[in-house]
């Protein structure tokens, strides 16, 4: 009764506006209609790891970090707090007239674009480079954004860049994405899919062209696959000034009114930049109906009347939420707990870490230990309490087992130091280096934002920079035990030998310093997990603007990584056992059945943690065009010191189901191979400390 009685009221308002009124609501920036009812509002909000761009905000690890828990439950319930803060922030903004951007409920977020090549800068943004873990990250946030009401969005999120967007920043006006179907529809477009299909209330299409067309003008994306083939019923809104470039940088439009109604015609309902208002002229010039401006509008509408903006104060449900509810201790507490979960180990040789009362020297390093910077990635809020890795370690080590920390900054982290101040030798008298190096969002993000990239935000190369490089060779050979710590958003190319200990910690959040002082010290284990592989070199990538999946990501590429996808370390082991007889319930399966997957899986060390338990399937053998082995099915554990946890997880026959040169799904008959374990099922994993993993082999008939 509510949806019919909402439905009449949208268009009851559409039929007493002029042409122009309408049009005014189809751009980010819309203006009030005060004669109808309906206030001013602008569309424009980003919150990828926390509320950005309007003020005091908890600030989460950045979104690759949240990728890497492996926990859709602590995603959601980060999400969920982001919304709480949101709605607080709209409510305060409400009172005090304040309609502008940044302020409202329609969130530009998750970006669920695959991260194909780990030297686009906006990989940060992402889930990483796997369909399958991205789609699930990415629905977890989106259940966390919009909420459980069923008559009521909390907020709105979008999932972006639609589609085939991964960089180069630099060419991101002006390229043209030609790949095959089964690389868009097997690796490309799952996401989308299933946030699609699950209520995604909004998505946003990509400044480049995809198979020729611009993604905000494409038919092919915009109405066969998302509307036609998904039933996608949302608002589709277009990447910031992305229809300009049709006629100005794609050159597929000679003009305005043109760009303007081929991006309408195709299904792109709000425009994020100057070009709708020209829709004014289109219609006249009959370019575009009136029709189909009021079927965009509908959309536009529906979506504010879901969020409750022409509702009645006292029928709003989160009228309550206010100040109090912004960076509070609560939402403190979980951004400290999702670092913890996020940081990853990639190396402890002789068990150098956790540190204890061998280290009573220690000697703190590095330009990122006190750089705010290495917490916030891009798209971030202020917080008044960023705690950096200095800090973090500072406090730490106040009255712990007599420690004696001293930091020296030792080298810049843009640029090479002047080569006066090469100086080395201040770990003469030291136990222990603690050297954290790597990036920050200076060096890698969106066009424009990153000030210190030569690439538009992008990188050429994925080593770590040579003057840090060159500066950690010095103090490595010194011949002090060395834990590196490496902040970033994307894979850090670095040599084998430069450290006896490897934590990566991604950006991590307003309480990023607390949370690597306590894994550094054992307090918590490392459990975080590689959403991304981490090539050996850049030699290893096959060119940037290539979208061809070949070589690429654990899924495809032939040459050993440095580090696998699904890999981190932990302070104990782990160990995989088949449970009885057989790891499956069923050796063969048709269309529709499933498999259960039982395993049982034993802490065998001295130290309660969590471990996550990934579940591969690979074509026994495989083609030469699919996948090496697919993420199907992931589960994060915490396992006591001894204990055996016995678990059961389904797969459906859709996890063994192959994608065609067509873009279509088929189970194709023959042997799989099911393998659980704790990173992608390479040597590599094994050799660098993963748990051995197990497998069976089925049929599908």
Request: aromatic share 10%.
């Amino acid at each position: 009764m509510y949806k019919e009685a909402r439905e009449s009221a949208i268009q009851a308002l559409i039929s007493h506006m002029t042409l122009e009124e309408k049009v005014s609501q189809l751009s980010y920036t819309s203006p009030a209609i005060e004669r109808l009812g309906i206030p001013a509002y602008n569309w424009w909000n980003e919150c990828l790891h926390g509320v950005a761009r309007s003020g005091i905000a908890t600030v989460f690890p950045q979104a690759i970090a949240l990728a890497a828990t492996f926990d859709e439950g602590l995603v959601r319930e980060v999400a969920k707090a982001i919304s709480d803060e949101a709605r607080a922030k709209y409510n305060e903004a409400v009172k005090q007239g304040n309609r502008g951007k940044y302020w409202g409920l329609t969130f530009w977020t998750p970006n669920i674009n695959i991260f194909r090549d780990p030297r686009w800068g906006r990989g940060q943004e992402t889930y990483g480079e796997d369909p399958y873990l991205t789609s699930r990250i990415g629905l977890a946030f989106v259940q966390g954004l919009q909420g459980d009401n069923p008559e009521q969005l909390k907020t709105a999120a979008c999932a972006k860049h639609f589609a085939v967007h991964s960089g180069p920043e630099n060419q991101r006006h002006t390229f043209d994405a030609q790949i095959s179907k089964k690389d868009l529809f097997e690796t490309y477009l799952p996401a989308f899919k299933l946030l699609a299909e699950e209520g995604v209330e909004a998505v946003m299409g990509a400044y480049n062209r995809t198979l020729g067309e611009p993604c905000c003008g494409s038919t092919y994306l915009l109405q066969d696959i998302l509307r036609d083939q998904w039933g996608f019923k949302g608002h589709v809104v277009s990447d910031c000034w992305a229809i300009r470039d049709f006629h100005e940088n794609h050159r597929v439009t000679p003009s305005p009114e043109a760009s303007a109604a081929k991006a309408l015609n195709a299904g792109c309902d709000l425009n994020c930049g100057c070009t709708y208002p020209y829709l004014t002229v289109a219609c006249k010039q009959g370019l575009v109906s009136e029709a189909a401006i009021d079927t965009a509008l509908t959309r536009l509408l529906r979506t504010r009347f879901k969020l409750g903006m022409f509702d009645p104060p006292e029928q709003d449900p989160y009228r309550s939420l206010g100040r109090e509810t912004i960076n509070s201790e609560k939402h403190r507490a979980l951004a400290l707990e999702a670092a913890y979960k996020s940081i990853v180990l990639l190396k402890n040789d002789k068990r150098l870490l956790p540190l204890d009362e061998r280290f009573k020297r220690i000697l703190l390093l590095g330009p990122g230990a006190a750089n705010p910077h290495t917490l916030l990635g891009n798209y971030y809020g202020l917080n008044p309490r960023l705690v950096t890795i200095l800090e973090g370690l500072t406090g730490k080590v106040q009255g712990k087992y007599g420690i004696n920390l001293e930091y020296r900054q030792a080298c810049l982290q843009y640029e090479d130091n002047h080569p006066s101040n090469l100086i080395f030798g201040e770990a003469d008298d030291q136990d222990l280096i603690i050297a954290v190096f790597g990036l920050d969002g200076a060096m890698e993000g969106e066009e424009g934002d990153a000030i210190a990239s030569d690439s538009n935000g992008d990188r050429e190369a994925i080593e770590l920079p040579p003057w840090q490089l060159a500066y950690l060779r010095n103090i490595r050979a010194e011949g002090k035990p060395l834990v590196l710590v490496l902040t970033g958003g994307s894979p850090i190319a670095v040599p084998e030998d430069i450290a006896d200990g490897i934590l990566f910690v991604w950006y991590p959040g307003e309480e990023g310093g607390t949370a690597v002082a306590d894994i550094l010290f054992g307090d918590r284990s490392p459990s975080g997990k590689l959403p991304i592989t981490f090539p050996a070199s850049t030699a290893q990538l096959p060119p940037y603007d290539n979208y061809a999946m070949q070589g690429r990501t654990y899924r495809y590429m032939q040459d050993p990584p440095l580090y696998p996808f699904g890999f981190g370390l932990s302070y104990t082991s782990f160990r995989f056992e088949y449970a009885g007889a057989s790891l499956l319930s069923a050796k063969e399966l048709s269309p529709g059945d499933s498999v259960q997957v039982r395993v049982q899986v034993t802490n065998t060390g001295n130290r309660d943690a969590e471990t996550v338990i990934q579940v591969y399937v690979a074509k026994d053998p495989p083609s030469a065009h699919d996948p090496i082995a697919s993420l199907r099915k992931f589960d994060r554990r915490f396992i006591r010191a001894g204990e055996t946890l016995a678990l059961s997880l389904d797969l459906p026959s859709s996890a063994f189901e192959t994608i065609n040169a067509e873009g279509l799904s088929v189970l194709v008959p023959g042997s799989y191979k099911v393998i659980v374990a704790d990173a992608a099922p390479l040597p590599v994993a094994v050799e660098k400390g993963a748990t051995v993993p197990v497998s069976e082999t089925i049929r599908v008939r």
